[in-house]
């Protein structure tokens, strides 16, 4: 079966899918995955197998609409492909699956059930319109990768337990990965990659710079953990304070800032490195899938969504009430990542760091101070938005009040209005009546039109005729002069003839009376004058 699969997330959400892909092929499916520029490279290492068709338009980002024009040569690159079935991985799906979907409207299309993922913030509601023939059920807090799988048995039809993810990088970017090492001073197998923030520019949705600082610098004391910041243009500055306060020189920073580096030599960097430690982010899944430990700060916005299948490691937030507002925090700041024990982090580094096997997810409860604070926090909030909710009846009430007031200008207005509508309404029905008018006025110039068609054509074959009459005139006349001329000389033959004859009567006369004549009739021998 020909199935178009639809990945509008970045790397991470990518990573996590890479089984559902490998197992699909294995079963003989062909594959066309839809995907944004910056996945793209990972999908000859997560699904060789599978085409790719380029989606570069943002559905996370303002002004989505104004992009569509750069899907059309991925709509033309889909319709040759002729899916039979649609899948949009997400499990909220985004404006472009909604859009890719929607475009091929006689394809079943197969999503999860978790509904649709709202525009940016002043772009108005979004109605969704592709028509989904059916949808898996899956909890909200269900990990990714149990969605996954999720969504890989409603594909196929049968109950499937994937594997984590695995990716494999190729020799030449294991390569450039080796060379890059040796430039920057770091020793394969030794080194840890870091990587803090969610790609926020400030320290909002992070664990903080000081918790990392004090971590990194105590176990590079005690273990010579090597580190390499890897950091993107968003957080940069945060990365590169925590490497500029951290005591001892055993680091490198890696960023895409100044020193760009491909999906594909990324994946092998991690492959080299001895493990992961940061916060939630693409790396971590990347690190997770080269078969690394993984210890990660969380906070619980959507805990535990993109919780990694690692083998090793640990994965630490606090299990607050208000777990799952997808940070959307209503608190001065987000206590389930920045109040995430520095005790806790250090236990977890410690014990994968001594070679424990076991990957734990963990939960730490608020302790009392905390749910007191939050509990301080939330009420104060809630006294600040009742003050501003009152302070916007007061205003209400003011303009009430003045509304009041002017209850004859209202009216005034009302009137106006009113008589504005009417007029208007008078001159539509005038507009009517003129537009009916026209094409009255229309339809007769246009049979005038067709009238002088007609007589300019008559007048063109009269006068055509005229021109043959003329020429047949002129021939008559020539053939009338001809026997005119011919009935002339026929008049002076017969006047000839006529001198002739009378001559030849008087000359007859002359031979009657003639003696001789007269002497052959007494004879009796002529008898022609008889």
Known sequence: MRILITNPGNIGDFVIRQPLFEHLAKEGHELLLAVRPAAAPLAAMAAPAASVVLCPADPYAPGFADQLESLKPGLEKIAEFRPEL???????????????????????SLALDGGFEPGP?????????????????????????????????????????????????????????????????????????????????????????????SLLDSF?????????????????????????????????????RDLPVSIEELTALAAGSAGYIGEESGMMHIAAAVSKPVVAVFGAAQWPRFVPPATRGAALTVNLPCAGCDWKCHLPQPSC??????????????????????????????????????AREASEMAREQARRSLATIRN????????????????????????????????GERALKQGSKAKKAEEEAAALRSECEGFRSLLVTLKQYHT?????????????????????????????????????EALLESVKQSFFTKLLRKAGIWRIFD
């Open 86 to 108: 649609v899948v949009i991985a997400p499990y909220r799906r985004s404006r472009l699956d909604e859009h890719l979907a929607s475009q091929f409207p006689e394809v079943p």
């Open 121 to 213: 913030a002043g772009e108005g509601m979004y109605r969704p319109t592709a028509r989904i023939a059916q949808t898996v059920a899956a909890a909200p807090g269900e990990s990714e990768h149990r969605k996954t799988e999720l969504l890989c048995s409603a594909i196929t039809g049968a109950n499937a337990t994937l594997p984590p993810p695995v990716l494999n990088p190729p020799a030449q970017a294991r390569e450039r990965a080796r060379a890059r090492l040796e430039r920057l001073g770091l020793e394969s197998g030794r080194f840890w990659i870091f990587q803090a923030g969610r790609g926020a520019t400030d320290e909002f949705e992070s664990w903080g710079v000081d918790n990392w600082v």
């Open 220 to 256: 590079g004391e005690r273990h010579g953990l090597q580190i390499l910041f890897a950091g993107t243009s968003a957080n940069h500055a945060m990365v590169e304070e925590i490497h500029e306060r951290m005591a001892a020189d055993r680091s490198a920073i890696l960023s895409d």
């Open 337 to 374: 990542i920045h109040e995430v024990p520095a005790s806790a982090v250090f236990q977890e580094l410690e014990r994968t760091l001594t070679g424990d096997p076991e990957f734990r997810v963990i939960e730490v409860p608020p302790a009392p101070a905390l749910t007191n604070r939050l």
């Open 396 to 427: 209400l009430r003011t303009s009430l009040d003045r509304a009041r007031f002017n209850d004859e200008s209202v009216r005034q207005l009302q009137l106006q209005n009113r008589e504005l509508a009417a007029a208007v309404r008078a001159a």
């Open 468 to 504: 043959d009459l003329t020429d047949h005139s002129h021939a008559v006349q020539t053939e009338l002069d001809a026997a005119r001329h011919e009935l002339s000389a026929l008049g002076e033959q017969h006047r000839v003839l006529g001198e002739r004859y009378a001559a030849a």
